[in-house]
Structures are given as structure tokens and as C-alpha cells.
């Protein structure tokens, strides 16, 4: 229970997601199946009914927009688990259940002297079902989804280790999808800012770049073994092999590269040892 929930649960993408499918739902549900005994209350058309419907619908989802923009901005600096969750998701169908027991008791006058603990039971009920059964089926969408994201980097990797001779790198997304791939010999150096890199390399002789949501802690991990690559500062991940001159001054230490209109890229004393290391192994 206090095991970490994955991110597609509340990626921003899928939280949209989730709103838009659980209120066609709602819709769909108090259109269907009528709860609350919700047709009695006024003598109208089934069109009326359903634009009537739709509104307090709209309106009762504004708990869930609210909700989860809240987890939103909660998962940015905190951990959420499977209790924190589930917590949330209840939280959510009592909050609904209070929203449509106070509109059934106090607005149609047919249900004026029914006993507002016996509503709010029924609504606890019925909103459970509008919330959870949408859920659970995104749920496992997201789910198989995500396996399926997965499956695709691994045949992606086990395919570029299948031409080796070519010495390509491939760079990813932070969600698995790959982006480009550069032959390392025309690779420069990559630098961040926030959660995104920048990919600097040659093209036909011409400086080119490209930028990709990942951090370069995971091009670290993932790319730097067995290779001139090495990461030499907080924002940088340079390819030794186009390393030409390692200078240092008195501002610090610095990596000249065999590229014109390309910056020095400097080398923090915190990464200082290792790129020695592999300076001496790699570089020309």
C-alpha cells in the first residue's frame, strides 16, 4: 500500500483524459439509468431532461476537475502511494455523493421530507459507480498502454544493438518513445535546462540541433557506457572523440571542440576525475 503509484496516473495528459471519459459516463448513467428517482421530479421532455441533466453533471464533475488539478500540483513535490490514492478516490465519491445528496434533498420539492441520510447513502452509492467503474477501465487502458510503451523500447534497443558497426545512438523521450538517432562520429555534446536536452551534432558539415524531453541523468545511465560520451558538468554530456583541446584557467576547466561555432563546454570539479579517465581512454 505505501508502494508508489506509476506517473501515468496523474500525467497531465491522462487526467484530462480521465475527466472527459468519466463525464460522457456520468451523462450516459443518469441518462440510462435514471438514479435518484431523478425522472420524477419534473414533468418535461426527454430532451429537456437531458439538457437539464447534463448541467448538474458538468457541475458535479467540477469535483473531480478540482481534485485532481490538486493531485496534479501535489505529485510534483510529493510521493503519492496506492493508500494516498485510494484515500483520494474516496474522497472524491463522498465530495460527489455530498454535491448530488444536497441537490436531491433541497431542489426538486418532491423530495422535501425524504430523509437526508438515506439520499446521501444513495448518492454514495451511485456515485461510486459513475466514478469507479470509468476509472478502473482507464485504469487498465493507461496500464496496458504503458507495457505496450515499454515493449517498444526494448525491441528498439535490442534493434540498435543489432548494428553495432554503425555506432548510432538512439536518444529517447521520457516516456520510452524514441526521438532520433545520431551516428556518434558527427555527435557533439548535449546540454540541459529544466526537463529538457538539447542535442547538438553534425549534419552534412552544418551545426544542427535537437531538442527532447528527457533528462541527462538518463542519457547518462543509459548511454555513456562503452562510449567517448561522458558527462562533464551539471548541464552537459559531451562526445570526447570531438574533443580537441582540454584547457584550464584560472574561470576553470574547459573543453574545446573540433567544430566551428561551437561553445567551450565547461567541466565542473565534481565530474572532473571521470572525464580524465575517459579522456585519456577515448580521445585522440
Not at 7 to 32: D, H, S, V
Request: with cysteine.
Amino acid at each position: 500500500m505505501n508502494t508508489k503509484i506509476p506517473a501515468y496516473m496523474y500525467e497531465k495528459g491522462n487526467i484530462i483524459r480521465l475527466i472527459l471519459f468519466t463525464a460522457i459516463f456520468a451523462l450516459l448513467f443518469i441518462n440510462i439509468f435514471k438514479p435518484f428517482g431523478s425522472r420524477e421530479w419534473y414533468k418535461i421532455s426527454d430532451f429537456k431532461f437531458f439538457v437539464f441533466a447534463s448541467l448538474i453533471v458538468l457541475v458535479g464533475m467540477l469535483v473531480v476537475v478540482i481534485s485532481r488539478m490538486i493531485m496534479l500540483a501535489y505529485a510534483k513535490k510529493n510521493t503519492i502511494t496506492y493508500l494516498k490514492y485510494g484515500v483520494w478516490v474516496l474522497a472524491e465519491i463522498l465530495a460527489m455523493s455530498m454535491f448530488y445528496a444536497l441537490f436531491t434533498k433541497f431542489i426538486p420539492q418532491e423530495n422535501a421530507n425524504r430523509d437526508f441520510l438515506q439520499i446521501y447513502y444513495d448518492s454514495t452509492l451511485h456515485a461510486a459507480l459513475i466514478l469507479l467503474l470509468p476509472y478502473a477501465i482507464l485504469w487498465l487502458y493507461f496500464a496496458l498502454k504503458e507495457k505496450n510503451t515499454l515493449l517498444q523500447k526494448i525491441n528498439l534497443e535490442e534493434k540498435i544493438a543489432e548494428v553495432p558497426k554503425r555506432n548510432l545512438i538512439a536518444f529517447l523521450d521520457e516516456k520510452g518513445e524514441f526521438k532520433i538517432s545520431i551516428v556518434l562520429e558527427n555527435l557533439l555534446y548535449v546540454d540541459s535546462a529544466d526537463n529538457y536536452a538539447t542535442i547538438h551534432y553534425l549534419n552534412k558539415s552544418k551545426l544542427s540541433h535537437f531538442l527532447i524531453r528527457n533528462s541527462l541523468k538518463w542519457m547518462e545511465e543509459n548511454l555513456t557506457k562503452d562510449s567517448p560520451l561522458v558527462r562533464c558538468h551539471r548541464s552537459y554530456i559531451v562526445n570526447l572523440d570531438k574533443v580537441k583541446v582540454l584547457r584550464k584557467t584560472k574561470d576553470g576547466i574547459f573543453l574545446e571542440l573540433d567544430a566551428i561555432n561551437t561553445s567551450d563546454i565547461p567541466v565542473s570539479k565534481t565530474y572532473y576525475e571521470r572525464v580524465m579517465a575517459k579522456f585519456s581512454q577515448y580521445s585522440v
